[in-house]
Structures are given as structure tokens and as C-alpha cells.
């Protein structure tokens, strides 16, 4: 691959990870030799646009390359009922000595275990992988499992590997957001800065919505928020950060009902998980405490 492909495909990668998905895969037709790496970021480009199904028609279960790894995450993304089958699949593959394997294994295998909440179980597949981007996972994981002090750790590894790389610039804003106070401040810099050096994308967006919210200045967050509806109306974060927002200001209810209807409409999320559960949880305690006597007051003779 000359020097320029090679440069062509580190922009591909940056803009990959600042959310501008698009413009990466516009990348990828600048860069003539074939290469699995730029096969790897079209297909994740797909996935992080929720286009599952051109994944799963492209690549299909007899390539033994690690493009292999797109398709099992996309079923897991996009299949309900292949979850477990494709957990199963993701173990086998992982199942001893990973060192040999392509990074992408271990990138995927994190990220399903990571949406199945077994952070535990997603730091021993990481651990000791100075790849930036399991570096990164790392520190996800750390922060989902409110281990700042460990994270600030992980991150000063990150800055001595490559300070200046993208994947380091968002997880310092990411730490910032976790330790908040006037570190907030510091993370939306970073995410204006990025902003500025590539395109304000959802992501970066949503991201400096999170700081305002954090700061308590909700018209400028709801400015933010208003911006990212514009440019997708259903777009899960965005609607996850407006359903938080309207909670906190003096909302109708009708606008807070509609932003969870559009929510719940993201199935197999995070939230719609918990949600139906939290849901589940609460008919039945309903159902095991309530009053026996479910006649209207005035049906009952004294």
C-alpha cells in the first residue's frame, strides 16, 4: 500500500471514530489496493449506521477472514434470536492464545460483552492489549463499572502510545464526563475541537449535549439536542439525552411520552432492555401487593 493509501486509510479510521461514518466509506474507494482493513471499516461504517442487512448479505458464514467477525456482530445487533448463538460462536473463536488472532476478535468480542453487560468478563479479554482501541474498551468498561481511578490509569497508557490520536482525545472527554465538575468544561473543548478539525457529527454533538446537561445549562443542550434531531429524527443517543432533558426542565408530558415511544421503538438497546424490564418488574410487585378487594368503593356494603 503507497503512502497516500496508507494516509487515506488512517482518515478512514479517524472519521470512523469521530461518528462520520459516511465520509469514511467515501475513503475507502480512494484507496486502490485491496486490504482487509479497509474492508473491516466499511463493514463497521454499516453496522454503526444500523445498515445490518448489507453486512449479512455481503459477508457471508464460510469466509475465513476476520471480515467473519462484521457478520457475527451484526446478527447479534440485528438477529434477537441468533444472540446467544453468536455469543456461543464469539467464545469458541476466543477460547485460548488470542495474540496470533487479528485485533478485530478481540474488538468484537469486547463490544458483545460489553452490550451484555459482562464487564468483567470483557477486561480479561482485553487485558494486556496495547491496541488504542482495546485500550479504549478498556477504559469503557472501567468507567461503566465506576472504576474512575483505574481508567485515569488506562488513559495515561493511551497518552504515552499516541496523545494526539482521536481514539485517546475521546476517551480523555469520556473521563472528564465520568469525573464531571469542571472537568466537563474540558471534555467539551475536546469535542469542539474535534468538531472543528473534522465535521460536528451526532456523536460529537451528543457529546458535548452530555456536558451542558452535566453543567445544568439545559437551553444549551436542548439547542444541541434540537440540531441532532434535525439531522435524524430517531437517532437513539439524541433521544436517550432529550428523554433526560425534558425530565429536568418544566416539559409536557406529551413531548417526554413521545421521546420514550421512539425509544422503546429501538429494540434490543440498553435502555428498551431495561426499561421492559424495570416494567416487568413493577406489574408484578402490583400484582403481589395489591388490594384483593378490586371493587369500586361504592359496591362495598359497610
Known amino acids: 500500500m503507497s503512502g ?19 465520509p469514511s466509506q467515501n475513503e ?5 489496493t485491496p486490504s482487509l482493513e479497509k474492508d473491516i471499516l466499511m463493514y463497521r461504517a454499516y453496522i454503526a449506521q444500523a445498515r445490518f442487512r448489507i453486512v ?7 469466509n475465513d477472514t476476520p471480515v467473519l467477525s462484521m457478520r457475527h456482530l451484526a446478527e ?33 468480542g469486547a463490544t458483545i460483552y460489553i452490550n451484555e453487560e459482562m464487564y468483567e468478563t470483557a477486561l ?8 488504542l482501541e482495546c485500550l479504549s474498551l478498556y477504559m469503557h468498561c472501567l468507567l461503566k463499572m465506576s472504576r474512575v481511578d483505574l481508567a485515569k490509569q488506562v488513559l495515561l497508557t493511551m497518552q ?15 473521563l472528564n464526563i465520568q469525573i464531571g465538575g469542571e472537568k466537563l468544561q474540558d471534555a467539551f473543548y475536546i469535542f469542539q475541537d474535534l468538531c472543528d478539525k473534522f465535521s460536528p457529527t451526532l456523536l460529537l454533538l451528543n457529546g458535548q449535549a452530555v456536558c451542558y446537561l452535566g453543567q445544568q445549562k439545559y437551553d444549551d443542550a436542548e439547542r444541541v439536542l434540537r440540531e441532532c434531531l434535525n439531522r435524524d429524527t430517531n437517532h437513539y443517543d439524541t433521544l436517550v439525552n432529550l428523554l433526560f432533558l425534558t425530565q429536568q ?44 378487594n378490586t371493587k369500586h368503593v361504592s359496591e362495598i356494603v359497610a
Request: hydrophobic share 35%; glycine share 6%.
Open 76 to 108: 447479534y445487533l440485528y438477529v434477537p434470536e441468533r444472540k446467544e448463538t453468536v455469543l456461543a460462536q464469539i467464545e469458541e473463536k476466543l477460547r485460548g492464545d488470542t495474540s496470533e488472532m487479528h485485533v478485530i476478535w478481540t474488538i468484537v
Open 56 to 62: 449479512l448479505d455481503e459477508v457471508q458464514e464460510t
Open 4 to 22: 497516500a493509501e496508507g494516509e487515506s486509510l488512517v482518515d478512514m479510521e479517524n472519521l470512523f471514530f469521530v461518528g462520520s461514518y459516511v
Open 124 to 131: 480479561k479479554l482485553l487485558a494486556g492489549n496495547n491496541n
Open 28 to 32: 475507502f474507494y480512494r484507496i486502490r
Open 249 to 292: 426542565k418544566e416539559g409536557n408530558s406529551t413531548q417526554f411520552h413521545r421521546y420514550l415511544t421512539q425509544l422503546l421503538g429501538h429494540k434490543n438497546t440498553a435502555f428498551a432492555t431495561m426499561y421492559n424490564k424495570k416494567k416487568s418488574e413493577f406489574e408484578r410487585i402490583i400484582k403481589q401487593y395489591g388490594p384483593s
Open 160 to 174: 504515552e502510545k499516541d496523545d494526539d490520536a482521536i481514539l485517546t482525545q475521546l476517551s480523555q472527554a469520556w
